[in-house]
């Protein structure tokens, strides 16, 4: 077994929902989503089609806080602004995969990403949802990431509903004319999954080391715990060398799982890797 | 292009200050660290416009420094953002002690409002954010419709008409026929429901050289009102292919912007300097580096794409 | 590219009378004498397809022609004209004696109707053709509706899905993506509504020649179900920036379309022959001229544009 | 004072409606409404924002019946699709000025581009109107225009109306949300004009040699008569100029004034032209 970081797990996990049919869109630099994508697309989803910034039917490209824009855009077959992109993907029902990570989470699929404490009058104001209010309903699989699993981001109701998923089960989906397809959690300790509006989320699988009630301990929503919680598989030398040395060999996926701290000077470390990289091509 | 026409609705940055009045509602371009138009927003710092309505899509350091600067009246918006370097503290200390008046619109509905204003109806009818806290809170934007066919019920969204639109572009001409070759984002959308729109560019170009790159044409010049070639126009944030986002500048913006003095000094700075002197300081030997980091960029190689 | 991938969507335009099955609703791209998917079009007469509800903005010489061929069991359109040549004598003749169900639309909302379907909506309003006496002919596709906010009355036009679209691209790759250079029309609307969707092409080319021409794609290939490559496809239509019309062809298919005999003796050639038949019996020697057509078209020098 | 002929005279007047302000939009390949929007554009109307086929934002062309399309092209600075322009200058209010004809035109300013006899079954089945229904509504200026002024044509009232100008008056537009702005009606033999509701066409102008009672008697709608009638402006020899020399060296525009039996030998006259011009490129 080769060595690996959570969060090289957790990518491999989420890159598993990624497949060939639909389109997915990255807004926001979220490295863990993006390094997913990328990962699939190099591997079991090559037909996957992505969209970053306005830059559509990307070709993989390698991961980097100022060049990620710039790179989408290289290998790109189309180019659209957003609007073009929101009701030619999101609201056509050709959206594949979702990746979000909020604030704060709740069993019935719910985000905020808008205020803790009151709407008007916040204790802490959030960043908002840009398009994540619509979206998670319209994409095929809505995927919810987060770094550090605990009872006060997984919560049991969140404050503010900024966005849901509104429809869960499949029939109800498709009644209400959306692609069926489920909830997946994917966080440091576990994969949760719902696909039924009315039962909670189950267990799908566990970490390498971590026993179920360290899960349920750290989840302040209902959890369905199944009678066998097998273990989340482990990335593979493929992707793990993928990862490292293709899609994010400045490590950028990792700096969301470096704490307070040296939060700062891993940044600054990665950024100094890109200058000191394109200061040579002008040099 | 006969010399009389040179000039057409070319002016300079210096003027902004009297297209947009204080207290009206502005559309800025651009999302995230990519594209906004900040030589216009640092234009309007200087000019000293207050109660700006600011309507932005995905915005980040733009709003965070015109709220840092007293610029801001009001803030629409479906995100404000400063990603890795954390939330906008100016925009989140306005919002929570109540001295900036807010709303929060979803993502898709702020560009189906602009949209709708673009296209000449009153509202437009969408899949809307069913479930989530937001509609209910704005009557005046969000109303329930159904089809008439149908019987679905759908989502309205309000038309939403800025008095003014500020976008950045690669190039223009004076006729304000304006070309993005990378992300332009909500730009489009904003300048077609706005009533004056500006566009800023890195660099003012002949008719001809328009004409060569039609397919880059997303804003024909009979929706501009002005042209103002601003180079670097965008940064600290990016303008691809031009350049890259200015990480270093946007962390040390993030690092000040915590800090009520260190904010004042970093917006006094702005105020004091003409918009040449923000380059010199701040750009001076690095530009060619910023530029270097879109080269620098990586497709992976050997893969399908 | 890999070679797994090399042929991806792409089959032979033989394949067509496969991939569109008799009584379906078919949307053809292009307008008046521009860009018709005209090598679609005959290889359906030769498929013997009937029954086809065909769909079109501004039809011409490929409505004629399939009305001609019995090809036709329902005419959905906003106007069929063969300009300069005429009414379109097989589509009058269909409609005046009975034989061809039709169903007259106003040329906004037939596109707006598409472009309904296309983004997932079940209808969309606008400020319609008030006073016209087509929508009342038309419940089932035209209603009035109310902005919930203003309270303006509007037009609510019903989302409109063809089985099938059908339109003729420069050129496109194995994944779908296609691009245009000159007039696309309502083609990517008509695209974006269908269940499926197949594009005809002057030239089925790499992914990298797209990439470098990014901005011209104008339908992403995850839209796209078949590629066909069809050289001169629009033929005697135009697809600019490669060809004119051909006036001298659709001057010898006016002249026969207006007798039954000719225009079964017409109709007979196509059936009898391949689409490289058809070339080389039509265009022979005359391809070159009718690509000079393009580059001899002539912008007033020395006006202001 | 130059020769000139009708279609001339009309080119010319039409053109005079042509300004420098919202964007003006030509669908099919209508040579005396070219000709009118190419000479206003090189004359008074420099600024006149020309969209033809996709091709937005022309530089001012010269007319033939294969080129129209690709000269379009040549000096334009933005492509679009038919769906963007309509949502971008029709319906938003930026249409400049749209001619049009039809087989029959009445005094409320409806058109019939439909059938003549019963819609169902007709005895004429015509083209249709393409936009025209909704177009000739939005537009600041309505223009219609005649080769063949007679009662057939500018009847009482249209057998069906395929579009009309809803609203006419500058003040009901102006409450609907649409441009304020007159319908002028040119034709072989007069310029009547409509800008209130409920009045009648008035006629602005006879041609020269025409008398009032000619365009009373062959309008089949009530005509307002002023008393004083002022003569057409004639073509002016710098009009002639542009349009015989740079506009239309082949004669496109007369084509439609051309009767039955020459037709056909006109447009075959003026394709042969075309034709040796472009088969001299290729030899």
Request: proline share 5%; net charge negative.
């Amino acid at each position: 077994m080769t060595d690996y970081e959570i969060h090289e797990l957790m990518t491999c996990r989420v890159a598993a929902e990624v497949d060939n049919d639909g389109v997915t869109v990255m807004g926001s630099f979220t490295p863990l989503a993006y390094a997913s994508y990328m990962l699939a697309k190099l591997t079991h989803a090559k037909d996957a089609y992505l969209v970053g910034f306005d830059a559509v039917g990307m070709a993989p490209v390698q991961l980097s806080f100022t060049g990620a824009e710039a790179s989408a855009y290289k290998g790109a077959v189309c180019r659209w602004g957003m609007l073009t992109e929101i009701n030619s993907i999101h609201l056509a029902n050709h959206g594949g995969v979702e990746a979000v990570s909020s604030a704060q989470f709740d069993g019935s699929g719910a985000i905020n990403l808008s205020a803790i404490g009151p709407f008007e009058a916040p204790k802490v104001r959030l960043p908002g949802g840009a398009g994540a209010a619509e979206v998670i309903k319209m994409y095929r699989k809505m995927i919810a990431y987060f770094g550090n699993h605990n009872p006060r981001t997984l919560v049991d109701k969140v404050q503010f509903v900024t966005g849901t998923r509104w429809k869960v089960g499949d029939r109800a989906r498709e009644e209400a004319g959306l692609q069926p397809g489920p909830i997946v959690v994917v966080t440091n300790l576990a994969v949760l999954v719902k696909d039924e509006d009315d039962r909670p989320f189950r267990i799908e699988s566990v970490h390498p080391g971590v026993d179920v009630q360290t899960v349920v301990d750290n989840t302040g929503f209902e959890l369905e715990v199944p009678a066998e919680v097998p273990t989340t598989a482990e990335p593979t030398p493929q992707q793990l060398d993928l990862l490292r040395n293709r899609i994010d060999p400045f490590g950028t996926v990792k700096f969301d799982f470096v704490s307070g701290k040296e939060r700062l000077s891993y940044l600054r470390g990665i950024l100094d890797a890109e200058w000191d990289r394109a200061a040579a091509r002008v040099s | 292009m006969s010399s009389s026409r040179t000039n057409g609705k070319v002016v300079p940055l210096e003027s902004l200050g009297e297209l947009v009045r204080d207290g009206e509602s502005v559309a800025f371009g651009g999302g995230w660290f990519a594209n906004h138009p900040m030589a216009a927003v640092r234009q309007l710092i200087r000019a000293g416009r207050t109660g700006i309505h600011a309507i932005t899509v995905v915005g980040s350091v733009d709003m965070d420094l015109m709220a840092a600067a007293g610029t801001l009246g009001h803030l629409s918006f479906s995100m404000v953002t400063l990603e890795a370097f954390g939330l906008a503290p100016n925009v989140r200390r306005g919002i929570e002690s109540g001295s900036l008046p807010f709303t929060e619109y979803t993502g898709l509905g702020l560009l189906i409002g602009l949209e709708a204003q673009g296209r000449g109806m009153p509202y437009l009818p969408y899949r809307g954010p069913f479930g989530s806290d937001i509609p209910a809170r704005y009557p005046e934007i969000y109303a329930t419709t159904n089809c008439p066919f149908t019987g679905e019920q759908l989502t309205a969204v309000r038309a939403l008409q800025p008095d003014v639109a500020i976008v950045h572009a690669l190039r223009a001409d004076a006729e304000g026929n304006a070309q993005w070759d990378g992300t332009s984002g909500p730009d489009v959308e904003m300048a077609k429901a706005a009533k004056r729109v500006i566009v800023t560019c890195e660099e003012v170009v002949d008719r001809r050289v328009i004409v060569e790159n039609a397919h880059m044409t997303k804003l024909p010049g009979y929706y501009v009102d002005a042209v103002i070639e601003a180079p670097f126009g965008a940064h600290p944030t990016s303008h691809v292919p031009r350049y890259a986002m200015d990480a270093w500048e946007l962390m040390d913006y993030a690092a000040a912007a915590g800090d009520p003095e260190a904010i004042a000094e970093y917006v006094a700075r702005i105020r004091n300097e003409t918009e040449e002197g923000y380059r010199e300081r701040v750009l001076k030997g690095r530009d060619k580096v910023l530029g270097a980091l879109v080269d620098a960029a990586e497709v992976i190689e050997g893969a399908q794409a």
